[in-house]
């Protein structure tokens, strides 16, 4: 079955604790995305990565850090979790070929 | 800065109602048009529309493209309570079909009242 998994699911810790949040994909898409979801704001786009070893900014890039060492993976990192960094985070992939972007299920991360 | 805005935050109708969403945007480069449907969490796919004017079609729900006017709406007729949900549109900048890089509107909450 084709998917986007995510972990964990859910994820509460404290402020400057440094977590990474997996993503890995089995659809051998070379696109992989970030995003965050806030009331209001909608989805916005932390990172994205066209390949492996190639990733660039989105419009919400201050406080993660990605990598792309293989193709089915991409983990995003906080280095040092604020409350503001509270949120609804989701794992997105998608391939040249123009089909859409498949979304994983979702991290509610809440930093206290 | 690109924009997509979506219109109306939210809707509460009577199953059996028709509803239209509407969704505008101001983008420095355009290559397609996305529709998502987010339930409980992951948003899932509904049309990708390139085109102007064409509308895509699936069973009740059906969406048309407007380059020149810069929107698109999204149809639902003969609603049903599994219609309710949060409705999603993005927009792909491009160059790539490849999708890496949405700016999403911030949805369009629909409830259906059985």
């Known amino acids: 079955e084709a998917q986007v998994t995510q972990n964990p699911r859910y994820l509460i810790t404290v402020t400057g604790k440094k977590l990474t949040v997996t993503c890995s994909q089995n659809m051998n898409h070379e696109y992989m995305s970030w995003y965050r979801q806030d009331p209001g704001l909608g989805l916005r786009q932390i990172y994205y990565?066209?390949?492996?070893?190639?990733?660039d900014k989105g419009d919400v890039p201050e406080g993660y850090k990605v990598s792309r060492k293989e193709k089915r993976n991409f983990p995003l990192i906080l280095e040092s979790p604020s409350p503001n960094q509270t949120s609804l985070y989701f794992c997105?992939?998608?391939?040249?070929?123009?089909?859409?972007?498949?979304f994983g299920q979702g991290t509610r991360l809440t930093v206290v | 800065e690109d924009k997509v805005v979506q219109s109306p935050l939210s809707l509460v109708v009577h199953e059996g109602d028709t509803v239209t969403l509407n969704c505008s945007y101001e983008?420095?480069?355009?290559?397609?048009l996305l529709w998502y449907k987010q339930e409980k969490k992951a948003p899932t796919f509904l049309f990708m529309l390139t085109s102007s004017g064409i509308e895509k079609k699936s069973g009740r729900l059906s969406s048309i493209l407007d380059k020149k006017e810069l929107f698109s709406i999204l149809n639902i007729t003969a609603t049903q309570t599994g219609d309710s949900a949060i409705y999603l549109c993005a927009v792909d900048p491009g160059p790539n079909f490849g999708n890496e890089k949405l700016t999403f509107g911030t949805g369009t909450r629909l409830t259906i009242i059985p």
């Open positions: 990565s066209m390949n492996v070893e190639v990733t």
């Open positions: 997105a992939s998608s391939s040249p070929a123009g089909l859409s972007a498949f």
């Open positions: 983008v420095t480069n355009f290559r397609s």
